[in-house]
């Protein structure tokens, strides 16, 4: 038997909760009237995380892709566009696929609006190239920390990577081996076995 959850006082941020509807397999679904007018049916579990009947999202999305001729009218949106809204997304969605990695780290998204974002960066460069945090690659994204990157540029700017003082310049291990023509494994064995700088790259 299911049990019966009275959501009928349940309020979301748009939609507003009328009568149960009927009994599933899953539970209770309810008859619900979002501010825009729009009547839905809607699962009980369901409505614990429900904001609209889907409204919002498009409200969302129009007013991005519409925004200062950069998103074009529904049609392809340029690249330096794309990447502002990929960071709005990083950052402050929990349903997107890489929020666990930037906003649930705490990273934010400090621009204000569009403009701000492509006065910092101007257009995009190129294949190639995306966005880097930098020269704080812990730091939040900012005017002042980003940049556009390569992936070489991304990858030397890790937070993971080892950084080696050596004859006065400071360079990741990686750099420091394409230079010296060395072995990236063989000088992460021997960083791990407490050799010294001079001794590894001399």
């Known amino acids: 038997m299911s049990i019966f959850l009275n959501y009928a006082t349940h309020q979301a941020e748009k939609l507003r909760v009328l009568y149960p ?3 599933t ?3 209770w679904k309810w008859v619900a009237v979002c501010e825009c007018g729009t009547v839905k049916i809607v699962l009980g579990a369901h409505l614990k995380v429900l904001k609209s009947c889907g409204c919002w999202k498009r409200q969302y999305w129009q007013a991005r892709i519409t925004t200062h001729g950069q998103g074009g009218n529904g049609k392809a949106r ?5 990447t502002y809204l990929q960071v709005k997304e990083r950052c402050e969605n929990p349903r997107t696929q890489h929020y666990p990695l930037y906003g649930a780290r705490g990273i934010r998204c400090e621009f204000q609006s569009f403009e701000e974002f492509y006065a910092t960066l101007g257009d995009h460069p ?3 190239y995306s966005i880097d945090r930098y020269p704080n690659r812990s730091g939040n994204y900012a005017p002042g920390n980003v940049r556009w990157a390569t992936l070489a540029e991304q990858n030397n ?3 993971t990577n080892i950084n080696i003082t050596y004859d006065g310049r400071t360079q990741t291990l990686a750099q420091w081996a394409h230079e010296k023509q060395m072995s990236v494994p063989r000088l992460h064995w021997q960083y791990y076995q407490g050799w010294s700088y ?5």
């Open 21 to 23: 509807f009927q009994l």
């Open 198 to 202: 001079e001794r590894m790259l001399s």
């Open 78 to 82: 340029s690249k330096v566009y794309k």
């Open 157 to 159: 700017n890790k937070r």
């Open 25 to 27: 397999p899953n539970g």
């Open 126 to 128: 190129g294949t190639g």
